[in-house]
Structure formats: C-alpha cells, structure tokens
C-alpha cells in the first residue's frame, strides 16, 4: 500500500481508547462467541465459532503488519503453516502442542524478520507479490522435504487424547483453547496500538519519511510488528493443526486461505484492532453455511454466494465495518483555523498555557559556540552537480537564514544535513548533550542527538488526529503514552493547534498544517531545527504568528535554519543569512549586509528589491 495517500483506506489511528459503549459491546460480542456454542452444544455449530475465533485471532494478528504498519502480506498462512508443521513434528517426538507452539512462534518470527527485511524496501502491491512467493516457497519446501513434513501425502498425528496434546473428542475443550488465544492475540494487538510502537507504526505507514524525521526506525519497527504477527499465527497454526488432526502442504501454506485472513481484516476495518474480529463473526459463517448447504448441490454456488457478499462490502462499506461504527459513536470535532478556546476531551479538560504565543523574550540567551558544522558538500545527481563545496556553521541559540533561487540545491542541502541524502563528500558534524562533536548518518541517529526538521511540501500523517500527529513526536522524548500525551497537549497550544487535538489532520487548512508539522518537531524538543518553507503559502496574519512563534522557539534555546522566500520573515528572524545559487554559497553575513551584495541581487533578489530596501 502506498504510504503516502492520505485516501488509502480505513486507517484508524492508534492510542485511541475505545468508548465505554465501545467496551461493552465488545465484551458482549466475545461472551457470547464462548457461551452460544457452548450452551447450543452441536457439533457443527461448535465448528462453525472455533473457526470464528481462529480466522478473528488471525486475522487480528495480520493486522498488525497489514493494518498498523500498512504492509499488505498476502502470505501469511507461512507462518500460521510453520506452526502446523512445527507442533506436528514435535507431537510425533513426543513433545506437547503447548510447548510446541512457542518453538514454531520464534521460528515463524525469525523466518518472518528475515523475509520482511529485504522486502520492505518493495512499496505497494510488490511487497504483496514478494510475500505471495515466499508463501510458495514454503509449499515447495514441505513437498519437497518428505522425510521431515511427509510431503504431499502429509501428516496424521497418532491419537494421543487429552489437554496434554490438545487433542479432543468433544469440540468445547478446543473451543476454550481458541477463545483463549483470541483473546490473548486481541490484548496483543491493543497495546500494540496503543503503545509508542503502534504510534510509529501507524507514522510509517502514513508518512514514512515524516516518521524517519521524528526518529522513527521504520525498518525496525516494522520487523517487531512482523515478528509479533508471525508468532501470533503460528501458535494459531500448532492449536489448528490439533484440532485437525491431519495437515498437507497445499492447506497449510493455501494463497486462498492467506487472502481470508486479510480480508476479514479489510471487511471489518483495516488498521483497528476489533475489526478483523468483526469480519470474522460476519462473514465465517456465511461461508461455512454456504459451504455446507450449496458446496454439494450446485458446486461452485458457494463461492458465488461469497462473491456477492464480498462485492456489497466493496460498494456500501469500503472502509470496513468499523468505519460505520465509528461514524456513529465518534463526537464530530471542528475542523478549520483557530481559536484559542480550551477544549474538553474524552480523557479530560484542555487547559491551554497561560499565552499561547510567547513574545520574544527581550533578555534572549546570547549566540554561544557552533552546535552544527557543514564542511565542503558535495552532491551531484547524475551529471547535475546540486551542491558544490557548501560550507557553514550554526551556533547556539542562532537564526540561520537560506536563500537563494529555486532549484539553487537548499533543500537537498537540507536533506544531507538531517541524514535523508548521503553526500558524495563532505561531512555533516553536531554537537551533541554531551558535548563532543558527532557525524550522524541517518535520520533517527540525527533525531537522536536533537535535530528536528520539516518537509517543504507538508507531511502530516493524514488520518492521525492533530494530537496523535504530535505524539508521534513526543514518544521521542517521552516512551509512555500518557506522558507523550500530556507533552503533545501542552505543544499542541504553544502553537496554537489547542482547540483542534481531536480534529484529523486531514481536515487542516494549510496554514494548521504548516503550524501542525512544526509542532510535531517541536514535541521532539530538538536543539537544532531545520525549517523547509514554513511560511509558504499562508496568508499574512499567518506569517506575522509564524514569525513570533519561530522567535518564541529561538529564545527556548533553539538553533534554528530557516529556508525561506518570505524576505519580511527572513530580515527580522535571521542572525545572519547564507545564500545558494547554483549549489554554491554565494554569500553569508548579517542580513542587512547580504540584502546589499550585488552578487545576491544578481542571482535572486532582483534590482526591485535592492531599490525598495535601499
Ligand atoms: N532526487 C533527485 N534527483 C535528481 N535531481 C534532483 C533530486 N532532488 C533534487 N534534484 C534537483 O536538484 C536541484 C536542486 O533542488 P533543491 O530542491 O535542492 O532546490 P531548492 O533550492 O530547494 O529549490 P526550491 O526553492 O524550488 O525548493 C534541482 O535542479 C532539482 O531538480
């Protein structure tokens, strides 16, 4: 899936409780999977609520890489089957299902992280390609290895009744089992969600770079969600594996049942944690039904049924089940510019900082020693040499201003000097806490020792809240959720976001947008901000705040470089100004002093600005 489209789907956000209502309708839904069965003691109608809670654990389990993270595997029967082969081969060593079951969770997790690491630099629908392969190199691999798997003939285990092996003439000891694991795998995936790791996960998937910039590390985030998926399936796999008491190749690592998985989690709501579970209840028994009272009378007719029933979710639902729930539970919440009133949440009052716009502190801390140096940058992209020889410096407490005509090589400037582009030579050097120089060569390590940037073309992580946007911030400095909460609140006013913590940030003019990116970084306290055209764009009243709100950061102690066109913004912000025209720097000095070099005038200014300011 593409991380970048803010439409893509039926993204929930993480960290967000669900409602009392929502608790008990829940709870209702889960009592009632254990008691129905148990209470109507058939064995068709117990068959039909395991296989509920099995496709329910797995599919909350896929969820977790193909909802949080947004990587739509298709292949995830491979670790559900590892678990069945795994359990199998140890029941026929002798060794028990429940001890069996973690053996063929830390394989399935290992064999998980090891194909997910190359693939995840595969984007859309070739990661779900890649992950298809691999599901039939594992079908290959247990035909071909008879002697331990029994190849296509498959394996029997030997009756061995009892809790001991997991192996039942009555349906309800399984039905116990598999509630269970539901269960276990639904609290998995809740405090996943709504834990810091959720929150990056959820960053990655909407905005990777953004996440990366907020010192996300979206490879390994992405392979612990992996690795937790994996081994949630394959301890479903062992349980299943036991309930059948037979398995084969062509079932275990089966595409179709790989694509089932997933779908209840698309019908029932992609990216949250009850939907998958909410799919499975609707749809497992139609088509057991289906299964059973058309598959022998008209075959084919089944799947026809299925068909349909796929395809009026498609039309009237096509962001899930969950969406429809959401709409008539979730409060609407105001969308739009500011005001400065504080609001009442779900998790209590709001209440905004005394002033929401510090004004410039007339006893601001002096410019102390360098914090960050650039030394001889060099970037060419193919025969384009973008940067030549940049150097320059920026010290504590310092307002760095970077000019110069588009396409002159700033932003790529930027990119080197936050760790996103490699120079081809040259060093980038911070000073860090402790106060040695560092040369950081990726963006969480330069997030880690204190810099924070923006992106000239916003980033926001479209169907996060404003308050879940700054947090994924905030978990840079704070790892609980409630602290992270509290720091992105108090951010969130300073910027004048206070009243809009519930609105999602798809629902920011530009100007909130603009505002919301720079207080995502600010949540991550940085010493050293890198601003990438704030203030294009927004409208003057906008720019007047931008301005005093860039000056508030400055006197907290913030070194700051501001790549800006705005010269009313660039004269009465910047300490001094560096100009690039041609991946070169043609001047720096104090702003007044460049604003007069013919040399800039030539290149960017233009003699109508030399004469207004004369
Ligand atoms: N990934 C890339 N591959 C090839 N060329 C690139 C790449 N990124 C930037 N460029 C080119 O490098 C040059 C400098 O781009 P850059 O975005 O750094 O300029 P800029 O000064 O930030 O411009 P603007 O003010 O318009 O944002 C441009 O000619 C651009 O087309």
Redesign the pocket.
Known sequence: MSNSDPSAGPQTPPGKAPSRRGQIALAGLLAALLVVPLVIDNAFVSHIFITICLFAALSTAWNIVGGFAGQMSLGHAMFYGIGAYVGMIMFQMGITPWLSMFVGAALAAVVGMVISYPCFRLKGPFYTLASIAFLEVMRVLALQFTSVTGGATGMMIDLRLGWTWMVFRERWPSLLIVFGMLLVTLAVAGAVRRSRLGFHLVATRERESAARAAGVRTVRVRLIAVAISSALCAMLGTFHAMYLTFIEPAAMFSLVFSIQIAMFALIGGIGTVTGPLLGAVLLVPITEWARASLGSSALGLHGFVYGLVLIGFVLFMPNGIMSVIKRFITPKTPAGDTTDEPVTTETGPITAPAKAYATPSPDRAGIGQDILRVEGLNKN??G?A?TRDVNFTLREGEVLGMI?P????????FNMISGFLAPDSGTVSMRGPDGQFHQPNNPADFAAIGLGRTF?IVQPFAAMSVEENIMVGAFHRHHDEKNAREAARQTAWKMGLGPLLQTEARGLTIGGLKRLEVARVMAMEPRVLLLD?VMAGINQTDVRRAIDLMLSIRDGGVSIIA?E?VMQAVMSLSDRVIV?ASGEVIAQGRPQDVVRDPQVIEAYLGKEFAHAHA
């Open positions: 992209f193919g384009l973008v110069g588009n396409g002159a090589g700033k932003t790529t400037v000239q055209e790549i066109h690039l």
